[in-house]
């Protein structure tokens, strides 16, 4: 199975990262880390009563802690330009579409991470509120930055661009909750970028036509995509059209192009698949003669892999259809780079794999 | 003049020190005959580390141990161990004769089990001990003198020709303290060297052919009635003046019983 | 890339054979992950056992969390996530861990509560922050290197199911040769030391046993709860038995009907994580034994009142 990750020219990454480990490790041992660690280190002994031996112990387990987070982010580019910290990289595309080259876009989390899990640093909140512009995605998809998000709302202008869409257009996933995944349904996505707009303006007035206009460009472009994916998935055979993924994030994508979705987990990563769910799906994809099934750059492929082994032991060939974008896009250079990228690119693995063939693409 | 056996266990300029605390100073002792052997002392004197430093159970500073003028690594199956008592968790899940099969093990070897010789050696020296009836009881359902005895069984089924025990009447009724001391009068008689440390001075009088005064060195060592004189005590156990002037006195009184 | 999937194809067929006589309910995914997860649960109870009766049974709750740090190690080290890399770095952060461990006991002459809480905590924490790290760096591949805490077990495959019981077949073996030493070094080290034989060798051979079982469950239950497997079995093995070796063949049973259970009970409705029920299973296992068990059991105890306080 693929678990080597590659960069964007299909070579596999080296291993060693031991390197950027310890030069991280090395600054943050100057931080004021170390002088809680010089206060712990001599008052241990007299705590716990034993030698040198609990003060290694004590130094090497602040050490670890100290040495790994992300490199320092550093200051703003100081060009004068309104900073927008976005928390994912879909979010960050549809900020860039709008916003253009007239303010800084950052990403928090970085491509291929999981959104759902994604757990902020101290960096991270820092960053957060020394930006002109939080936007985040909303519906509760940053599940564990919820709290620092909320104390964010008061003294930084924020917007969660999943919220102001039209409620009667979500939906719903366990728990009451809203399914969050809503950029993959292109129309109701190009809906959001009239609220980004407006936050834009809201900080930098000066531009706001500007602003706006792009916004309904960009709609427009997404309208164009919405219509064209909906004829390239139409062109799958109807028994065909099942997409199966390791988690429920295609629900938008199925109602608004027509294509039943089912997702090993549920809509949240963070849940374990049991035994029973595996066998329905292996039960599914078998007596439905489905031909493949997708993984995705942000969740691990286990859950896939056993079904792919479980068809296989029916007497069914299951098809690794590709690797699909789901909670992230892609790195820059790539086929995903932008949201609009990387629905073309979902939809042209998709019908590869599901549409009659002789052979399913690899990813 | 003969030339003389290498002394069956000996002591040569033994310092034992845990960390940087000595607990035996300079021991110079051998025993060259087959005999009824106590170490005697107060606590803490080092009575039981000298059993541990023959075994190599606790490093040795200086000087060396020697059995039949060997070290103990060639010449361990010659060499039998009863360990303190308390040193064991007696609600292990094993029975009797599981214990005092381990005896055997020594003599095994890594793979191979116990068989026949191995459980009728051991239901013997159950029998010798007085436990004959006991084999498959869980040990933790014995008494005291049993689990004493049970340990003087796993001793005796490692078939030695030298007997270390460590405090092998602690915590025991009196009368099997007396079943006890008649079987290794017994091993000795059979011309085994058995070592005992031992804490009660009146018994070690009635039992020991030699003994050994141990308070951090050796204070003296010989027959037992030369031994243990009021003198000899009080340099042993100093401070307890009375009871051993009265010790002293029934000493005397039994070593001039014929 | 894909070349592992022909020969897995040859694979499942003969097991589908194989399953044929057994009940049609039984899909090859819960055969699989029955194989994997019932040779666990027998060989982590054995070890458990030998981890226990020597009166360490945290043994296996430091070196369960002491494995984060070498699944996280070992992706940065060789950029790979399969699963044999990733054991493997479990397996030498675990048996570091423990190595420290009795070295904090011995040399150090920390107790041995505060001793296994250090070990714990510091591994566990280095483990987190190490996880956080690679999340952070958004390392490709780096996502999901926590469900090593949680298990995945619904998703074993054949290739994992095969690793899982090779490994526990070779601890099972080992014990079963080695018998006898572990007893007698767990039930009198002095003796042991007395007659010649390596204590420590054998000490650290039993506590590397357990550290082995509790890497290799990992995938199985994950960190926090192969712990579980480890100490319940033999806890509730103790209360039917005072004879070691039945101990032992009873506590790999007990952890071996635990996995049977677990995972038939996880294929009735869909939405139970699998992974938790071996050890709810285990568990329940664990206070029926406590209640019933004869001479030690609770109601047993009960029942058998001084005879004053019966009625005539």
Redesign the interface.
């Known amino acids: 199975m693929v678990n080597a990750p590659v960069d964007r020219r299909g070579r596999a990454l080296p291993g060693p990262w031991t390197g950027q480990i310890v030069q991280a490790a090395a600054k943050r041992l100057r931080s004021s880390m170390f002088l809680m660690a010089q206060k712990m280190f001599f008052d241990a002994p007299k705590i716990l009563g034993s030698g040198c031996l609990i003060r290694g112990a004590i130094a090497l387990g602040w050490a670890a802690l100290a040495g790994c987070g992300p490199p320092d982010a550093g200051g703003p580019p100081g060009d004068g330009r309104p900073r927008v910290v976005a928390t994912t990289t879909v979010v960050a595309d549809l900020v860039r579409q709008v916003a253009g080259e007239r303010v800084v876009v950052e990403c928090l989390m970085p491509p291929g991470i999981d959104p759902h899990s994604y757990k902020a640093t101290p960096r991270d909140a820092d960053r957060l509120l020394r930006a002109d512009l939080v936007v985040a995605s909303g519906l509760h998809l940053e599940g564990r930055l919820a709290a620092l998000l909320e104390r964010l709302a008061d003294r930084v202008p924020f917007v969660a661009v999943a919220d102001r869409l039209p409620p009667d257009r979500l939906l719903e996933a366990d728990g009451g909750l809203s399914d969050p995944h809503v950029w993959f349904d292109a129309a109701l996505w190009s809906q959001a970028a009239a609220p980004v707009a407006a936050a834009l303006a809201g900080i930098d007035p000066d531009a706001a036509v500007a602003y706006e206009t792009a916004a309904e460009a960009y709609a427009a472009r997404l309208h164009e995509l919405d219509a064209a994916i909906r004829q390239r998935i139409a062109s799958i055979p109807a028994e065909r059209r099942v997409l199966v993924t390791a988690h429920d994030a295609f629900r938008y994508f199925g109602r608004a192009y027509g294509i039943e979705v089912v997702g090993v987990q549920g809509t949240n990563t963070t849940s374990e698949a049991g035994l029973a769910d595996v066998n329905r799906l292996v039960e599914l994809v078998v007596s439905r003669k489905i031909p493949a099934v997708f993984v995705e750059t942000s969740v691990a492929d286990r859950n896939v892999t056993a079904l792919i082994e479980g068809a296989a032991a029916r007497g069914h060939r299951l098809a690794l259809g590709g690797r699909l974008y789901s909670d992230s896009l892609g790195q820059s250079g790539g086929d995903g780079e932008t949201l609009e990228a990387a629905l073309e690119a979902n939809v042209a693995r998709i019908v590869a794999g599901l549409a009659p063939g002789p052979e399913a693409v690899s990813p | 003049m003969t030339v003389a056996a290498a002394p069956i266990l000996e002591f040569h300029d033994v310092t034992v020190a845990y960390g940087r605390r000595p607990v035996l100073w300079n021991v110079d002792l051998a025993i060259a005959e087959p005999c009824l052997f106590g170490v005697i002392g107060p606590n803490g004197a080092g009575k039981s580390t000298l059993l541990?430093a023959a075994?190599?159970?606790v490093p040795v500073v200086g000087g060396y141990v020697r059995f039949f003028g060997a070290p103990l690594?060639r010449v361990?199956g010659r060499?039998g161990?009863v360990?303190q008592r308390e040193?064991?968790?007696w609600d292990?899940?094993?029975?009797v004769m599981?214990?005092v099969l381990?005896g055997t093990?020594?003599r095994l070897g890594?793979?191979r089990?116990?068989g026949r010789r191995e459980r009728d050696l051991a239901r013997h020296c159950l029998d010798r001990v007085g436990l004959g009836g006991l084999a498959d009881r869980?040990i933790?359902r014995l008494s005291g003198g049993q689990q004493q005895r049970v340990f003087l069984a796993?001793a005796l089924a490692?078939e030695a020709d030298v007997y270390l025990l460590d405090e092998p009447l602690a915590g025991v009724d009196v009368r099997s303290q007396e079943q006890i001391f008649q079987v290794l009068a017994a091993v000795r008689d059979e011309g085994k060297l058995v070592v005992v440390v031992h804490h009660d001075l009146r018994t070690a009088a009635e039992w020991f052919d030699r003994v050994a005064l141990i308070d951090m060195r050796l204070v003296a060592t010989g027959p037992t009635a030369g031994v243990l004189t009021p003198d000899n005590l009080r340099r042993t156990y100093a401070g307890r003046v009375e009871l051993l002037e009265e010790i002293g006195r029934a000493v005397a009184e039994r070593g001039r019983t014929p | 890339m894909m070349a592992s999937a022909p020969t897995l194809a040859a694979w499942p067929p003969l097991v589908a054979v194989a399953a044929g006589p057994l009940d049609a309910g039984l899909t090859y995914n819960t055969l699989v992950v029955l194989a994997g997860v019932a040779t666990v649960g027998f060989a982590a109870g054995v070890a458990g056992t030998l981890a226990l009766l020597r009166r360490r049974p945290l043994v296996g709750d430091a070196a369960a969390h002491a494995t984060l740090v070498g699944v996280g190690a070992a992706f940065l080290l060789t950029g790979r996530r399969d699963l044999p890399t990733l054991l493997a770095g479990a397996l030498v952060s675990a048996v570091a861990a423990l190595v420290v461990l009795v070295f904090l006991r011995r040399i150090a002459r920390t107790r041995d509560d505060a001793a296994t809480a250090i070990v714990i905590g510091v591994s566990f924490g280095a483990g987190l922050a190490l996880l956080a790290g690679i999340t952070a760096r958004g390392l490709p591949g780096g996502a999901g290197l926590e469900q090593f805490l949680l298990g995945h077990t619904a998703a074993l495959t054949a290739q994992d199911a095969l690793l899982l019981a090779a490994v526990s077949c070779a601890t099972v073996a080992l014990v079963a040769v080695a018998f006898k030493e572990f007893v007698l070094v767990s039930f009198d080290d002095a003796f042991a030391a007395a007659i010649g034989r390596p204590v420590g060798l054998i000490d650290t051979a039993l506590v590397a046993l357990v550290a082995v079982m509790v890497v290799v469950g990992l995938p199985a239950a994950g960190a926090v709860l192969v712990t579980a497997l480890v100490v319940i079995p033999p806890v509730a093995a103790r209360q039917w038995t005072t004879r070691v070796g039945r101990m032992l063949l009873l506590a790999g049973l007990f952890g071996l009907a635990a996995a049977v259970a677990g995972v038939l009970a996880s294929t009735l409705r869909p939405g139970l994580a699998t992974g938790p029920l071996v050890v709810l299973t285990a568990a329940a296992i664990c206070v029926v034994s406590f209640a019933v068990a004869p001479e030690r059991g609770w109601l047993w105890r009960r029942s058998t009142l001084p005879a004053g306080e019966e009625s005539p």
Do not use: C, H, I, N
Not at chain 2, 92 to 95: A, E, G, K
């Open positions: 541990k075994l190599g159970l690594a361990r060499v161990y360990p040193t064991v968790d292990f899940p094993v029975s599981d214990v381990m093990y020594g890594w793979l089990r116990p869980q933790g796993r490692q």
